[in-house]
């Protein structure tokens, strides 16, 4: 064993995956001068295929690697793009075509991909590396000292090497960053891990052939979509209490993973391959009869009791920062992991610059702290108690419909302006952003409350093409515009705003006229008065689903 004398750098990240490496680009990037290092635990390369999960991007994340890190000649030539999210109500069913469908016939404007993570990561260290940053592979964090006062530099001990060749070494920085996933180094030292209400958890696995989707159904149901090329998509199979992703993977591969509540799924009925197939057996026979016979091409198998918790702090005015699965982690449901590594990275990378301009980071650190957590809690309420409902074909596409608009009319926009971190603009729109989040929230309860009583919903063979809806098509497209100023973006999200309050107004009318039981008082309450003509915006629904009133009436 061998020590070496002590090294320094200006950032130091402890975990050389998807979100350390994204952070060490974006820092390079904005500060050419910083000396940064990555201590990665793996060998590199990685395998491709059986490797991570998290292999779906959404609109945020899509736009941080491509449009941010300028990635996107990667994400095209060796990633697939993706074919937007797609729901099918397929429990108990092996007629896939003839269920209701949530997706679209042609993709929308703003463009995503699905996401090969050893493809992708062994793709940013050599990127990493190649802009002049240093990353060692096979590297065992062994003790951390973190600067307690701000003032002096963080210390790490590691190790590199095999046993019998192993290496001793200590590395000093100014800035100290965990992007060591779910070890959570910092957060472990600092006793900052939270729990949340959030009990759901996930196997997963991947097969070495293309899963054929498109040919489910017959030609007729294929030729619905152009291209006809559903298995680009990332497909979601539903049902109560849980549903199953399929996502291809650029090496030829296919992820599947099941997800589920235990107060419907427990985990011990999916817990290995063979338990996980005679569970598809009975609630995806379609998907069970394609893995069925080709059993020999697993190439991994894994899982989670319980993915989803918190942390009580993630960015420190003392140079410290949490990012990725090492501060907090949501549901893979909508794929916002990539979305919050974006978020984090980017909050980070305004710290840095504070630090670097010489200015105090107290205050900033604590605020960007709150805001990472807002966006987080109101994140989570679109899953908390939620997959009691993913069984139902009239709520869970009203949900899709409030959950997007939401993201895409908020979130997004603030994202793909490159004002996350204005906290100017941010305060001046304090108003209309707790309405908006007092909102989802009682959207959120009211949908449950629908799920719980909507026992018996009708699944009739019909796809609601979600790029049928203009408005909807239009806010997504809208994340694609150019860079507006202050007063265009405020005006923005005051109209998206009042979208929501439109939409959210409809929500609690179809659920009265459907579940007259169900009490939509307090969300018309939030709403408050709108002006007439506002206009349809859900998709209507299944014939045997309406009341005889709406019956005469359509």
Not at 247 to 264: E, F, N, T, W
Request: net charge negative; proline share 6%.
């Amino acid at each position: 064993m061998m020590d070496t004398p002590t090294e320094r750098c200006d950032v130091l990240i402890l975990g050389g995956g998807l979100a350390g490496l994204t952070l060490a680009l974006q820092l390079k990037q904005r500060f050419p001068a910083l000396a940064i290092e990555v201590i990665e635990r793996r060998r590199h390369p990685v395998p491709e295929a059986a490797f991570k999960v998290g292999e779906s991007t959404v609109e945020i994340g899509a736009h941080y690697f491509a449009e941010v890190l300028g990635l996107k000649d990667h994400l095209d030539q060796q990633q697939i793009r993706k074919f937007g999210f797609r729901f099918f109500f397929s429990d108990r069913r092996r007629d896939i075509d003839a269920v209701t469908e949530i997706g679209v016939r042609r993709p929308l404007a703003v463009p995503s991909w699905q996401i090969d993570r050893g493809i992708f990561e062994n793709f940013l260290a050599t990127e990493v590396q190649a802009r002049g940053m240093r990353f060692h592979d096979g590297a065992r964090v062994t003790r951390l000292a973190l600067d307690e006062h701000g003032t002096a530099p963080h210390r790490v001990h590691w190790q590199q090497g095999d046993s019998g060749h192993i290496t001793e070494r200590t590395t000093e920085a100014r800035w100290l960053v965990d992007a060591s996933g779910r070890v959570g180094l910092v957060k472990r030292q600092l006793g900052l891990a939270q729990d949340n209400a959030h009990p759901c958890h996930a196997v997963w696995f991947r097969v070495a052939h293309r899963i054929p989707v498109d040919d489910w159904g017959g030609a007729d149901w294929r030729a619905q979509c152009t291209p006809p090329e559903r298995w680009r998509s990332t497909n979601h199979l539903v049902g109560t209490g849980y549903w199953v992703w399929l996502i291809p993977l650029s090496s030829g591969s296919h992820s599947v993973g099941i997800v589920a509540d235990p107060r419907h799924h427990p985990l011990e009925r999916m817990d290995s391959f063979d338990k996980a197939m005679d569970w598809l057996r009975e609630h995806q026979p379609r998907l069970f009869d394609e893995l069925d016979p080709r059993r020999e091409t697993l190439q991994d198998f894994a899982f989670f009791r319980k993915f989803s918790y918190g942390c009580r702090q993630v960015f420190s005015g003392r140079r410290w920062a949490l990012t990725g699965e090492a501060g907090l982690f949501l549901d893979p449901f909508y794929s916002p992991g990539s979305d919050f590594i974006g978020i984090a990275n980017t909050l980070i990378t305004e710290l840095v610059a504070l630090d670097q301009a010489g200015q105090p980071l107290g205050a900033h650190a604590s605020l960007y702290d709150q805001l990472f957590h807002s966006f987080y809690d109101n994140t989570l309420s679109l899953y908390q108690d939620q997959y009691a409902l993913f069984g139902q074909p009239e709520v869970l596409p009203v949900k899709v419909i409030w959950d997007y608009s939401y993201y895409w009319g908020l979130l997004g926009q603030l994202f793909v302006q490159h004002r996350i971190a204005d906290l100017k603009l941010l305060s001046s729109l304090r108003d209309e952003l707790a309405l908006c989040q007092r909102l989802n929230r009682a959207v959120q309860a009211l949908l449950r409350a629908w799920g719980e009583a909507a026992v018996d919903d009708p699944n009739p063979p019909r796809m609601l093409d979600q790029s049928s809806l203009p408005w909807f098509a239009a806010l997504n497209a809208s994340l694609n515009d150019a860079r507006l100023d202050d007063d265009a973006l405020r005006q923005r999200l005051r109209d998206n705003t009042q979208l929501l309050r439109e939409l959210a107004a409809e929500i609690a009318d179809r659920v009265a006229a459907l579940q007259p039981q169900v009490d939509v008082a307090p969300l018309r309450s939030l709403i408050g008065p709108l002006p007439d003509g506002v206009p349809v915006r859900l998709f209507p629904l299944a014939a045997a689903a309406m009341p005889p009133a709406m019956a005469n009436t359509a």
